[in-house]
């Protein structure tokens, strides 16, 4: 065990010991995949202490909620995915709270579980249902849990920065490889769910130059190298394949996207680390970490965080079957969001590029929109997105780890714009968000493309 998940270790069961003290508790939880992980993992780990608990989701913790929790008066509340960034709210409105986190936090208090107390990144080192997991085996033996961590930490995008899970995550993973497996596959999504040729027409991270966004080049693609598309008037999927095929076909779409000048980053990341839930069925979204995230964040994206709570909790009838429904309507509006994009442009900036969505993408999905925008956009830019939303401009930003390397990093920026303007905001280098007050978009954006500026040149 490293020196930084003893002393987490040494924290968590701090935090278990107060938990323990308490018949009932409040949790408040994220809505993406890591929130949603990470409220299943502590969930469980209360059913099996015997302590009683109310569940609540959030978009985003602000001081208005956290007012509204302290009129409930709870005996504990215990924030995962969130909570770091609000310290002082929830200190001088007097609620008593365990925080398990890995955003930049906003202070400390005793009962705070967050890598980055620790000398640790929470951008890629562990993720909120990693801090999760790390509480729930001090409260027990919940070491069948560690599958939810990783596939938190995926959803999270923490494999990014490397290719791979690293450092504590990595830890997390190779203690349980009786319940989850890294294997070394071809990265790109679907490999349990999707046709082949699906795969590749879906692909957007990286983008396939003529390949992606095109069914009809991919399938004709895959008929030049000689492979059989279809078997027995049935799609083949990933998992279908013979090994001998999986090789021709990642070897021939590597020299493809050589040929047609994709990136050398992004030809090495065709190739990568992919995540196998060994308990889950097989063809199934929830045996791969990456298809299991994303049908979690489908539910949460359409505040249905609960149905994706339940799944992760076990249900594999009702719950999974209204998941795979909002997973389907979550896959229509982003090829709407990404053909809005497409049809009206982005705007470019000396140092950003962004575009205004107003209110024909939902503001719980254009951060999404702006990640897959991105690859067939300026790379060399980060992107950023602006979607209305009820008490503001929700804003969602996108980089890549070429840009994180040179020097961006879009938590730092964005909360400084926002202190500048009365907004709010925050998250990782790599990938952040904020909410605008209206009027107030032009002059945040601007200021933002200053501060990148700064950021970027200091590091040539």
């Known amino acids: ?37 990470s409220a299943a993992i502590t969930a469980r780990a209360m059913e099996r202490a015997g302590i009683e608990y109310e569940m609540l989701f959030v ?7 956290v007012s509204e929790l302290a009129d409930s008066n709870p005996e504990l509340i215990i924030f995962t995915d969130l909570g770091s960034g609000q310290i002082e709210h929830i200190s001088s409105y007097g609620l008593h709270a365990v925080i398990a986190d890995h955003h930049r936090p906003q202070g400390d208090t005793e009962l705070h579980l967050n890598p980055h107390l620790f000398g640790a990144n929470g951008s890629f080192e562990i993720s909120g ?15 069948d849990l560690a599958d939810l961590a990783i596939v938190g930490c995926i959803g999270d995008m923490q ?9 504590l995550n990595r830890e997390i993973l190779e203690a349980s490889p009786e319940i989850i497996t890294a294997k070394t596959d071809i990265s790109l999504f679907g490999k349990q769910t999707r046709p082949v040729y699906k795969m590749l027409q879906y692909s957007s991270d990286p983008y396939l130059p003529g390949l992606t ?16 598309c279809a078997e027995e008037e049935r799609w083949r999927r990933w998992i279908d394949l013979t090994d001998e095929e999986r090789i021709k076909v990642t070897s021939s779409l590597l020299q493809y996207s050589v040929q047609n000048g994709l ?5 090495n990341r065709l190739v990568g680390e992919c995540y196998i839930l060994l308990h889950e069925k097989e063809g199934t979204e929830m045996r791969d970490a990456s298809e299991y995230a994303t049908l979690l964040n ?12 339940a799944v992760c909790m076990g249900d594999r009838e009702e719950a999974y079957e209204d998941s795979k429904r909002l997973l389907n309507e979550h896959r229509k509006n982003l090829v709407d969001g990404l053909n809005f994009v497409k049809e009206n442009g982005v705007i470019q900036l000396s140092h950003l590029q962004y575009f205004d969505a107003g209110s024909a993408i939902p503001e719980t999905i254009v951060g999404i929109v702006a990640g897959m ?3 067939s956009s300026n790379r060399y830019l980060p992107i950023v997105a602006f979607a209305d939303k009820e008490d503001g401009h929700k804003v969602s930003a996108r980089g890549t780890q070429e840009l994180v390397n040179r020097g961006l990093n879009l938590s730092d920026a964005i909360s400084r714009a926002c202190q500048e303007i009365g907004g709010a905001g925050g998250g990782h280098d790599i990938a952040a968000g904020a909410t605008v007050p209206f009027g107030k978009k032009q002059e945040f954006i601007e200021r933002l493309n200053e501060l990148i500026a700064a950021q970027i040149s200091s590091c040539a």
């Open 159 to 167: 494999y990014r920065k490397f290719g791979k899970l690293v450092s």
């Open 213 to 228: 966004g095109n069914e009809d080049a991919c399938i004709e693609f895959l008929k030049r190298i000689g492979f059989r």
């Open 298 to 309: 489908a539910t949460g994206r359409y505040m249905k965080a609960e149905i994706g709570m």
């Open 59 to 65: 978009k985003q913790l602000d001081e208005t909620i």
């Open 1 to 37: 065990m490293s020196e930084t998940m003893l002393q987490m270790t040494q924290r968590a069961r701090r935090c278990a010991e107060e938990i323990r003290k308490h018949k009932e508790v409040r949790l408040v939880s994220h809505i993406d995949a890591d929130g949603i992980s």
């Open 263 to 267: 990136s050398s980053y992004s030809v």
């Open 373 to 375: 925008s991105h690859a």
């Open 129 to 143: 249902s990693g801090t999760a997991f790390l509480l729930a085996e001090q409260l027990g033996n919940n070491r």
